[in-house]
């Protein structure tokens, strides 16, 4: 009995020891090897074209009711009206002076014609789809497009003579 106890103490001494005494080492992150490609890669251009927001375009008139329009005068009263219209219905994506998540309005017809500003007001949906600077615009701003508020023209043109003051 003697010599049996002794070797089961023996045989775990041996388990014991043997599976013991290593010390893993954990590697920390995370490595991916990759095969060298032997084709060259496609080099993207360098976009020197300036943004669409900061693109003048005085020729477009866009896609819309609107194909012609003249400008006099500012009138403030149509003025005040177009700021309580872009107030209720603009301020939640357009802050003048800065990029929110849509183009500041600011200076908007020092870079677009008054037709083109009043068809995105007015048919922001046929815009994005048509004009290819609405194209362009609804890219840089993340694929947000300008929602249709429902305005109407006279809405539209208060909204354009308050730019206008910007």
């Known amino acids: 009995m003697k010599i049996v106890f002794k070797c089961v ?32 890669a496609a080099e993207t251009p360098v976009a020197s074209e300036t943004k669409a927001s900061e693109r003048i375009d005085l020729t477009n008139k866009g896609v819309g009711p609107i194909t012609s329009l003249t400008l006099d005068a500012v009138d403030d009263a149509m003025a005040a009206k177009g700021k309580e219209v872009y ?25 677009r014609t008054p037709e083109w500003v009043m068809n995105m007001i007015l048919n922001p949906d046929q815009m994005v789809k048509e004009d290819p600077l609405a194209k362009d615009l609804l890219m840089e701003f993340n694929g947000s497009p300008m929602a249709n508020q ?8 208060a909204v354009l003579e308050y730019f206008r003051t910007l």
């Open 9 to 40: 103490i023996l045989l775990f001494s041996v388990l014991l020891v043997s599976c013991g005494g290593k010390e893993e080492k954990k590697k920390e992150g995370f490595s991916v090897k990759r095969k060298a490609t032997t084709e060259k």
């Open 87 to 111: 107030d209720q219905m603009c301020l939640a994506c357009h802050r003048i002076g800065k990029k929110f998540i849509g183009p500041a309005p600011d200076k908007i017809l020092e870079r």
């Open 150 to 157: 429902g305005l109407t023209e006279e809405q539209a043109r």
